[in-house]
Structure formats: structure tokens, C-alpha cells
């Protein structure tokens, strides 16, 4: 069974009603947080992510298997709602009010409770009910637009800027928000996380630029998308790169230094119309050496150089090894919880659970017992083999 009893959110019961990707890795976030999380999951085909074992972000959850398409299936939801602080679906607008999950009757039994819904558009507007991914949120919302170089087309920043960034974590933001009012005063509410809102309040510190007349709106031509030479990627002998980004006139006298550029006649670091003959000199050094070789050569100077990483690779960095940022948790390799509490530490409260292992354990645990017998005797729920 996966215990909870540890982190800032213990004894917080949060029901997630399953789906894919933002909404699971904000429900995660929580479970590694110390939140109980329980997943309801529907019966049929599995994800197309791989087995439920090696989904990590359903890690630290327990899993219930409900047919919300069964007379008895909104039932188990709704009383399972009564008794939780938080539930987050992420369904399309009006799927959980037609399968009769959704927030009225869900706040009728719970008035407290926090009703998170995370979608990509939003719970209104006029393409609220049209399907999307992250990368369609992203472009939208201006995000895109920005990310690649000037002479190429967008590049696309994996789903972590959309699903991830302005969607999970806006979620699990708003959800503690209003689980803070709920605590104050009884009330529960609706938060309606959209990937394109999200997404668009990540840009606002480049809204700034713009208005001040910092940002340009060609693409890497700019101070932090690449177009400076200064805080950009380099190319090295064995094919790998070096980020560079040193900013400030003291790191960047030091990145002159180690490059062994410090005495020669180069153009001013904020003269733009000396930038590519900076770029073309900055590769032609680091083009000279290995990143092993760069990466001992500036490794505890202020130059602000960094070794560019694969995934694979990150975990045995001796810095993210010696704070612990990843961990091995049931024979994966995977990130530990973030951030870090000095007095009630996270952690990762055990794997992924197969679809309906924790269906008795969690109805009976959440004093559902006298309904348990009758919803697994109408196939309404059901235990899969080997839980508990």
C-alpha cells in the first residue's frame, strides 16, 4: 500500500479523475508532496505510453477502476469527492457534467472541496471545445514564436513549456490557492487551468521587454533566445555543446578569459552589429576542444558555461548527484522531488499502480465499505488481480 505520511501535504486526499499528461504530472507533483492521491481509472485499453508500470507520472498514486459508464459508476465518484480535498479531471468541456462527475454535483456532496480542471483551451471561449495539444496551446499563446533561430522556423521546447509548465504547474498552483480559501471559509470552487493562459503568463517578463523596446519579434535576435553570442550553444570536436550565459559584464570578462580571448581586439558585448563576428570567433574556440575538456576547463569558474546534457547523461553530473535531483526508485531512474522542505521532505511514495490494484484498499480506507460489496458485485468497480 502507498503510504503518504510524510511531506507538506500529508493527510491532503486529492481524487484525480485519470487522463493524460498535464493533469497526471500536476496530481504526481502532489503525491510526491505528501498528498493522497487516489486515480480513477476507467476500464479498456491502456495508454499509449507503455506499460502502467514505467508511467511515472503516476508515481505515489493508488489506482481505483470505475466504469463511469455503469448506473453506479458517478456514484463511486461522487463519494469519493465527499471525502477528498481536491479532485482534477482533464476532459474536454462538459464530458465530466455528462458522465455525472461533474463540478455541481461534485460540490453539492463537498461543499470545500477544490473542482481542478485542466484542459488546453479553457472551460470557455470559442475553441473550448476543439481538440489541441501543447503544441498548438503554445503557439497561440506567443510562446513559440520565439523559441529557434533567425534564419529557421520555430522550435519546438518538447511539451514542457505547455503541458508541464503553463498547464500542470498553474494547475497544482491554482488547486493549493483555493484549497487555502477553502480552509478559510468552507467554500470550494472551480479552477479552470488552461495550457493557453498558462502558457501566455510565462511570456510576461518578454511583454516587459517588448514595452521597454528590448524584444524584437525576429527570432533569435534577441538577448535570451540565442541571438546574443553571449548566452547561446557552441558546437565542440566530438559533436557534443557548451551553453554559454554570461550575461553580466563580470562573466563575460571571465568567458573572454578562459576562451583565451581576453586580449584580443573583438567587438563590444552589447554591440549588435558586432554579434556574429563574436558568434564566428566564440565557435571557432570552442570547436577547438572535447566537452569533457570544456567542461573541466570552466567547471567552479563564473563564466556561466555549462556542458549541454542528454538525459541519460544528467543523472551522473557530480552536482545533480551530490544533491540527490535524481533518484532510483523501484529499479527507474527518475527525478526526485522538487523543491526541497528543510523540516517535511517530499518523496516518491511508491510506483506506478496498475489500473484498479487499490480499488477494495482505498473504498474501504475512505469508509466506503458498506457500498463496496454492491458496486464489485455490478462490475460498477473492480479490483485488479493482484492489488489491494
Known sequence: MVSSSDGPLAGLRVVELAGLGPGPFATMLLSDLGADVVRVDRPGPGTPFGPPEKDLLNRGKRSVLVDLKHAHGAEVVLALAQRADILVEGWRPGVAERLGVGPEPALARNPALVYGR????GQQ???????????????????????GPAQGPPQIPLNLV??????????????????HVARGTGRGQVVDAAIVDGAAHLTTGLSGLMAAG???????????DGGAPFYSVYGTADGEHMAVGALEPQFYAELL????????????????????KLRARFAEVFAGRTREEWARHFEGTDACVAPVLSLGEAPQH??????????????????????????????????????????????SEWGLDAYLPRWLDTAAVTQSPGGS
Open 118 to 121: 485542466m484542459t488546453g483551451w
Open 125 to 147: 471561449g470559442p475553441l473550448a471545445h476543439t481538440a489541441g495539444h501543447d503544441i498548438d496551446y503554445i503557439a497561440l499563446a506567443g510562446a513559440l514564436h520565439p523559441v
Open 162 to 179: 505547455g503541458d508541464f509548465g503553463g498547464g500542470a504547474l498553474y494547475l497544482v498552483v491554482g488547486c493549493l490557492a483555493a484549497l
Open 214 to 224: 528590448l524584444w524584437q519579434a525576429q527570432r533569435g535576435s534577441n538577448l535570451l
Open 257 to 276: 578569459r578562459l576562451l583565451g580571448l581576453d586580449g584580443e581586439e573583438l567587438p563590444a558585448q552589447h554591440d549588435v552589429s558586432g554579434w556574429p
Open 318 to 363: 557530480p552536482h545533480l548527484s551530490a544533491r540527490g535531483t535524481f533518484t532510483d526508485e523501484f529499479g527507474i531512474r527518475q527525478p526526485a522531488p522538487a523543491p526541497r522542505f528543510s523540516q517535511t521532505p517530499g518523496r516518491v511514495a511508491g510506483p506506478p499502480p496498475h489500473p484498479g490494484a487499490h480499488t477494495e484498499s482505498v473504498l
